[in-house]
């Protein structure tokens, strides 16, 4: 069994050694091209891997023909071309959940950013030292809201909506919830997704990218939503019309958006320049726990699993 390792996966000593125990490992680490996945993986039987950096695209999975697993180092799976991997006979398995509560942590600290418009009042702060008068118009607009009592909406209550839930909860917040699923988590009241939109202070998106959730969140959606609304999406941004939302916010139809995005957003987007956003840079599973923990350790799980035969965390394919 070789057992080759494309990217940075953050394994310790601990975890290579486990890995050595169930095969022969090669360890590259930056791969990012067709040409080198390729030659990378053509005697490999399990291939560890970045879906993000290297490409799993029909070509290059029609040209590893050992390989029988592609363990990626992420929950999202929508880069590899799963068609072709089932042709194959290639599995693929993922980490959900690796950075559950990182990312439900982010999704609270963006709805408190957002409400006591934190990076409003820094930027004030750094460009002359200020101190708001309540009674003063043009400063109530540093005015925000209580949480506690307040109903948080959980769009998509998997591992990650589940554990936002549970900080609500915590928080004093009348917590609903819509996915797609019928699931049962106590204290979390299941409604249709125009309820939950209708009556949410705070909404919070924690559904994966597929065909099925872009755009999930429409013109027509944020439309339902109330004027204080506050609007959190720690996920892909393809999950909202952005268009629409951008133009709810300039009309402040909607309180405001704390936005986990990165690299999606371009300089000259217009939506840099509203002060009812807060904007992360796709920093929601950047903890300690998340990438030095969880994230090799369940790899390695899911590695060790598929050689004894019981295999876990397989994609749907």
């Known amino acids: 069994m070789k057992i080759a390792i494309l990217n940075e996966c953050f394994f310790n000593e601990g975890h290579l050694k486990r890995l050595k125990k169930v095969g022969e490992v090669v360890d590259y680490k930056n791969t990012t091209t067709e040409e080198e996945t390729i030659e990378r993986l053509k005697d490999a039987d399990v291939g560890i891997v970045d879906q993000f950096l290297a490409p799993f695209n029909k070509n290059v999975l029609e040209n590893v023909k050992k390989l029988k697993l592609l363990a990626l180092n ?62 003063n118009k043009e400063d109530q607009k540093l005015i925000g809201f209580e949480m506690k009592g307040r109903t948080l909406g959980i769009v998509g209550l998997g591992k990650i909506g589940s554990a936002t839930a549970e900080l609500g909860m915590g928080l004093g917040m009348n917590v609903i919830a819509y996915t797609r699923t019928f699931k049962k988590v106590k204290g979390v009241k299941m409604v249709s997704k125009e309820e939950l939109l209708r009556t949410s202070d705070v909404i919070s998106l924690h559904v994966p990218l597929t065909s099925e959730t872009k755009n999930l969140i429409s013109k027509k959606d944020i439309e339902l939503m ?44 217009n939506i840099l320049k509203l002060d009812n956003v807060v904007f992360t840079p796709h920093i929601g599973s950047f903890t300690k726990e998340a990438f030095f923990e969880n994230l090799p350790n369940m790899i390695v799980e899911n590695v060790e699993s598929f050689v004894k035969g019981k295999p876990k965390n397989l994609v749907d394919q």
Not at 235 to 264: C, F, H, W
């Open 74 to 135: 992420s929950t999202a799976f929508h880069n590899v071309d799963l068609e072709i991997a089932n042709e194959k006979g290639i599995k693929v398995s993922n980490t959900p959940g690796f950075s559950k509560q990182s990312v439900a942590e982010l999704a609270i600290a963006l709805m408190f950013a957002v409400n006591r418009k934190l990076a409003f009042g820094d930027r004030l702060m750094r460009q002359k030292p200020t101190e708001p008068d309540p009674g």
């Open 226 to 269: 109330k004027p204080n609304a506050i609007l959190i999406n720690t996920t892909r941004p393809e999950v909202v019309d952005m268009k629409a939302l951008y133009d709810a916010l300039k009309q402040n139809k909607i309180y405001g958006v704390g936005l986990d995005y990165g690299g999606s957003v371009k300089p000259e987007d």
